[in-house]
């Protein structure tokens, strides 16, 4: 396969765009092809048969796209169904989640630390992030924040619902004594600033797309399949046309995109 194919990414709506911003900081030579899947908008809600369907389809559509690697850039999806991905991607596709690196890094530079996770139900009754952690002998406490993307991919974020939102969840205090905060779902960066408000300021917030986008830098490396120079314009589709994404992908952006619609029945 050509180095200068696209890189694949998908989430269920705006929230992989977090990741896909920084891999365009980290990766400025390399196309992504980003498919959001806002006809089944949230994830976190979907039994992992359903995830496992819904990511298999989408990693069809890449590889039919071209794509030399596939990014998860979804929590729910990296952690229910990951194998389904690699196995239909094939041997030859690098895949990257967002789940491991960010273990690999929070272990690794505070191996004693203890660690609080915000995520979808679908992320945390997995139990990935917990088998993770103790593998290496980490501690991790888990909530689920259902509420959260949702009201993010509607647009609340930076505003009084989202403040109201994130204060529910932390009322009491169950992260105040944690060393570092994870927030193991795409869309929460967009409330990050929320989030560090119900913190106390020792409680560090993990930059979960820039771990994830040095990963894929050093994946793509170790298998040569880096582009060196920008060949072809990103790409963006989604299942259902919806502005609000076209108004959450401007945001993260910072600048409007041409969203393709791509319905379900022809990516099945
Ligand atoms: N952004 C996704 C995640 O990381 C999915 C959120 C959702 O659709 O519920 O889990």
């Keep these: 396969m050509s180095n200068n194919a696209p890189i694949g990414m998908f989430d269920s709506g705006i929230g992989g765009l977090t990741i896909a911003k920084a891999l365009m900081q980290r990766l400025p030579e390399e196309s992504l092809c980003y ?19 819904y990511a298999v389809g989408i990693t069809k559509r890449l590889m039919d796209l071209g794509c030399k690697a596939v990014v998860v850039a979804c929590n729910s999806a990296s952690s229910n169904a990951l194998d389904e991905v690699r196995a239909e991607a094939g041997p030859e ?7 491991r ?29 917990d088998r993770l952690f103790s593998a290496k002998g ?51 960066p967009l ?14 917030v993990v930059d979960t797309p820039a771990i994830v986008s040095e990963r894929a830098a050093k994946v793509l490396s170790e298998c040569g399949a880096r582009a060196s120079v920008k060949t072809q314009p990103h790409r963006f589709e989604v299942t259902d046309w919806t502005q609000a994404f076209a108004d959450g992908a401007a945001h993260i952006l910072g600048t409007s995109v041409d969203l393709f619609e791509v319905p379900w029945s022809e990516i099945q």
């Excluded at 191996?111 to 997995?126: D, H, K, N």
């Design 35 to 53: 498919l959001g899947d806002t006809a089944h908008m949230p994830y976190g809600d979907k039994s992992p048969e359903r995830l496992k369907e």
């Design 93 to 99: 596709v690098p895949v990257i989640d967002v789940v």
């Design 101 to 129: 690196p960010v273990v690999d890094w929070a272990t690794l530079h505070n191996p004693c630390g203890e660690f609080a996770l915000i995520g979808t139900r679908a992320t945390v009754q997995s139990g990935l992030y």
């Design 138 to 188: 980490g501690k991790v406490t888990s909530l689920a924040t259902p509420l959260l993307a949702s009201a993010i991919e509607e647009g609340f974020h930076n505003g009084t619902i989202s403040n109201a939102v994130v204060e529910a969840y932390f009322a009491d205090g169950w992260a105040a004594e944690k060393d570092a905060m994870l927030l193991a779902c795409t869309h929460y």
């Design 191 to 204: 409330v990050k600033d929320e989030i560090c408000a119900q913190l106390p300021s020792q409680v560090v």
